[in-house]
């Protein structure tokens, strides 16, 4: 247990997840049932892998999963947020088994660095005055080429950051930081109407996608070829151990409930987090919130939603405290010490 949970620290370090660990009951783990994370085979970490991609410009972010698929020969892969062709930056990759969770990726906040280009003249004092208006909840109708329905829908910007000023050129560049499926395009037009210059949006970037960033382990196509040809053809896995990691680096974000050995294949099998079952859990739970549940060998075993805050789940003694929405391990890897018992 203090081993998986001193792993998950280090972790939560590189994606900026501040929680902390509460103890709940103090467990140890049977050596002879699953398997530490870090202690996987490359061959396991295949199969239930991820890998913080640079995404070219060009190609599309289906096209380029099927290259990976094609690379290591994947019967499944998926991304976790599409970004247009011309776009760059982090797009994460899952591998097989790690699919299960990409989805839970798409939907978490997300990063982007942007050049706005301007149609006439303007000043600095302007452009940092009129990005307050659209921080907050705004309103956004999906631009003409966007492939979803173009019904006007709110979203989260949570900051906008002038970071270059080019008056000379017309042109700003700003980090924005906002809810999933903010259109930055909308985003770099609507600034050029407040100011009644007009504006689009010249490049893109993403520097974030929910736990994945710029700054911890990003990788490009080339390097990630080049790592599988050295395990491949040098029998050196090094490289490629760094840029494939653990499929709960994709949950690293989330609140978490850490479960005992005798829970896990119940969980397995659907059922529901019951309070005895719970060995630690992280402080910030809310009612609601999406959690990841993990073994006592960090293991991601599911996803879940709280059905209690933190405070509750450390006090409850008996009931249902998180309801399993998607199993990610699979079954029988953990005994089956459970029958049809209540909460």
């Not at 085979?41 to 972010?61: F, H, Q, Y």
């Not at 969770?101 to 798409?106: A, D, F, N, T």
């Not at 993403?206 to 390097?223: A, D, I, K, W």
């Amino acid at each position: 247990m203090k081993e998986a949970m001193q792993w998950l620290n280090e972790m939560h370090e590189k994606c900026y997840f501040e929680g902390k660990w509460l103890i709940k009951k103090e467990s140890e783990t049977d050596p002879r049932y699953g398997k530490y994370p870090w202690e996987r085979t490359t061959e396991e970490l295949l199969e239930l892998g991820v890998v913080n991609l640079d995404k070219p410009p060009g190609p599309t972010s289906h096209e380029v999963v099927a290259w990976i698929k094609r690379m290591f020969n994947l019967d499944k892969a998926g991304h976790g947020g599409t970004l247009d062709p011309k776009v760059t930056g982090v797009l994460p990759v899952a591998f097989k088994e790690a699919t299960k969770v990409i989805h839970y990726v798409m939907l978490s906040g997300k990063e982007y660095v942007m050049v706005i280009q301007f149609h006439d003249a303007f000043n600095e004092k302007d452009v940092i005055e009129n990005l307050k208006y659209l921080v907050g909840e705004i309103y956004q109708r999906p631009p003409l080429r966007s492939s979803v329905k173009r019904q006007l829908r709110t979203k989260k910007v949570y900051y906008i950051h002038l970071i270059e000023f080019y008056p000379e050129r017309r042109m700003v560049m700003v980090r924005v930081g906002s809810e999933s499926g903010t259109y930055m395009r909308k985003i770099a037009h609507d600034l050029g109407l407040l100011m009644g210059i007009g504006a689009h949006m010249r490049e893109l970037r993403r520097t974030r996608s929910g736990p994945f960033h710029e700054g911890y382990n990003l990788v490009t196509m080339q390097e990630l070829s080049e790592a599988k040809f050295l395990w491949e053809e040098k029998k050196d896995d090094s490289l490629l151990r760094k840029y494939v990691m653990p499929c709960e680096y994709s949950v690293c974000h989330m609140q978490k409930v850490m479960v005992m050995d005798g829970a896990v294949d119940a969980i397995a099998h659907g059922a529901h987090v019951a309070a005895p079952g719970v060995a630690a859990l992280t402080d910030g739970i809310r009612k609601g919130d999406v959690v990841a549940i993990f073994s006592l060998k960090g293991e991601l075993v599911a996803i879940g939603e709280a059905l209690m805050s933190s405070k509750e789940i450390l006090e409850a003694e008996k009931g249902w405290v998180v309801k399993t929405k998607r199993v990610v391990m699979k079954r029988g890897v953990y005994p089956a010490t459970w029958k049809k018992d209540k909460a």
